[in-house]
């Protein structure tokens, strides 16, 4: 479906020219002042007069719905999204299967990082979660895979399935792509139980 805010972007510079040629006359014409405050507002009511005219409620572009939303327009708009179904699958026989997920709130920012470990037959074995002071996405998931390896091997747990909602992380340790120097050093030392380890790991949304 066409997004129909980027009819609204298109005609917004004309506005602003506009209201711009009406104050620069009003005040060499009337010898009356217009503030720039006045302009951006005359421009504003502009864009909520045209913004429905322009049927803004059908899906738009998450970048879109972020515009609309400083502006006061977002309303009843629809940001489309990517719905998946996640179902969790037994491990081989003799493996456990461990969900990891890491996050700073900002990315960066503080960040936090948890998850379960299970048996085959879907019997709770333990569960995590730590906090790793200030770093990103990336950082926070790398470290907390390492751990929760290092948590498994200390266990007597070395057949492991682990599932992680990092793709980049994933496929770094897999070698389908590359790994940022910013992670480097946890993504090393998780090589390093891989190879003393049985370990897959793989990427779930």
Request: hydrophobic share 45%; charged share 20%.
């Given at each position: 479906m066409r997004d129909h805010f980027l009819t609204l972007t298109g005609i917004t510079p004309s506005?602003?020219?506009?209201?711009?040629w009406l104050a620069r006359n009003t005040d060499r014409m009337d010898g009356v002042?217009?503030?720039?405050?006045?302009?951006?507002?005359?421009?504003?009511?502009?864009?909520?007069?045209?913004?429905?005219?322009?049927?803004?409620?059908?899906?738009?572009?998450?970048?879109?719905?972020?515009?609309?939303?400083?502006l006061g327009l977002l309303g009843n708009v629809i940001i489309p999204r990517h719905v998946a179904m996640i179902?969790?699958?037994?491990?081989?026989?003799?493996?456990?299967?461990?969900?990891v997920d890491g996050s700073a709130l900002g990315?960066?920012?503080?960040?936090?990082?948890?998850?379960?470990?299970?048996?085959?037959?879907?019997?709770?074995?333990?569960?995590?979660?730590?906090?790793?002071?200030?770093?990103?996405?990336?950082?926070?998931?790398?470290?907390?895979?390492?751990?929760?390896?290092?948590?498994?091997?200390d266990l007597g747990f070395n057949k492991v399935e682990l599932v992680s909602d990092s793709k980049v992380v994933v496929d770094s340790l897999n070698r389908q792509g590359a790994i940022s120097w910013a992670l480097w050093y946890w993504w090393a030392r998780i090589k390093a139980l891989m190879t003393s380890m049985e370990v897959s790991i793989s990427y779930s949304p």
């Amino acid at each position: 479906m066409r997004d129909h805010f980027l009819t609204l972007t298109g005609i917004t510079p004309s506005i602003i020219f506009w209201e711009i040629w009406l104050a620069r006359n009003t005040d060499r014409m009337d010898g009356v002042a217009v503030s720039a405050l006045k302009v951006i507002s005359k421009v504003t009511r502009w864009i909520h007069v045209l913004a429905p005219l322009l049927s803004l409620q059908p899906s738009v572009r998450r970048t879109s719905a972020k515009a609309l939303d400083s502006l006061g327009l977002l309303g009843n708009v629809i940001i489309p999204r990517h719905v998946a179904m996640i179902k969790w699958t037994r491990p081989p026989p003799g493996w456990i299967k461990v969900n990891v997920d890491g996050s700073a709130l900002g990315n960066p920012g503080s960040s936090r990082g948890g998850g379960v470990g299970r048996s085959g037959d879907r019997n709770f074995l333990f569960a995590f979660f730590s906090g790793y002071g200030f770093g990103s996405n990336g950082r926070v998931e790398t470290k907390a895979i390492w751990a929760r390896l290092s948590l498994c091997r200390d266990l007597g747990f070395n057949k492991v399935e682990l599932v992680s909602d990092s793709k980049v992380v994933v496929d770094s340790l897999n070698r389908q792509g590359a790994i940022s120097w910013a992670l480097w050093y946890w993504w090393a030392r998780i090589k390093a139980l891989m190879t003393s380890m049985e370990v897959s790991i793989s990427y779930s949304p």
